[in-house]
Structure formats: C-alpha cells, structure tokens
C-alpha cells in the first residue's frame, strides 16, 4: 500500500510562489508516474503537472512557464514549484502515483492552495 504525504500548500497572494512536497512510502519500488492534479469548487480534476511512465513532464496549458514539477527519485518525492501565481489556480491539489508493478493508483489527501487577489 503506497502512502502520498502532501505539504507546502497555504495562502499567497498573486504574482507570489509556492512549493508542494509528496512523499510517497510503502514500496521499494521507485515510482515513475508521479504527479499533480487539481480540482477547484464545482470543477473536475485534472492533471496540472506530472512525470510519465517513461521520465518525460507533461503540463496543463494554463501553467507551462509557470510552474515546474522535479522530483528526488531517492525519496520517491515530487515537487510542484509554482511561480506568478493567479488567482485561477486557486484548487485543491492532490498528488498522483501510479504503482510501476500493480498499476494501482494512489491519491494524497489534497492541499489547499488559495491565490487572493
């Protein structure tokens, strides 16, 4: 069973920057597929940044040259580094994780990220 433990989100105001930690333990496996989606109030989830099964990043539209997702393969942890942050990115983030042998998906339990304007 894969644990994701989630940290850094908060309240920033726009134009500022934040970093998201997930920390995936439970498995001696290194985790590929790592990433980040989000989900604002009455809106679907969807994948803002993640690493595929074969190493490469894919970002939504809405935060290409704004955020940056890395990751420590060591730590099976992933980052979400997020700069000139809007007011639109306001979401509850959660972290992804796809176990490389079962293909099970895992879910932290969410971050909160708040931009005021």
């Known amino acids: 069973q894969v644990q994701l433990v989630e940290s850094g989100g908060g309240l920033v105001q726009a134009g500022g920057s934040l970093r998201l930690s997930c920390a995936a333990s439970?498995?001696?496996?290194?985790?590929?597929?790592m990433g980040w989606y989000r989900q604002a109030p009455g809106k679907q989830r969807y994948l803002v940044a993640g690493f595929t099964r074969g190493g490469s990043t894919n970002y939504a539209d809405s935060v290409k040259g704004r955020f940056t997702i890395s990751r420590d393969n060591a730590k099976n942890t992933v980052y979400l580094q997020m700069n000139s942050l809007k007011p639109e990115d306001t979401a509850v983030y959660y972290c992804h994780a796809e176990h490389p042998v079962t293909r099970t998906n895992y879910w932290g339990q969410g971050t909160q990220v708040t931009v005021s304007s």
């Open positions: 439970g498995t001696a496996f290194s985790i590929n597929t």
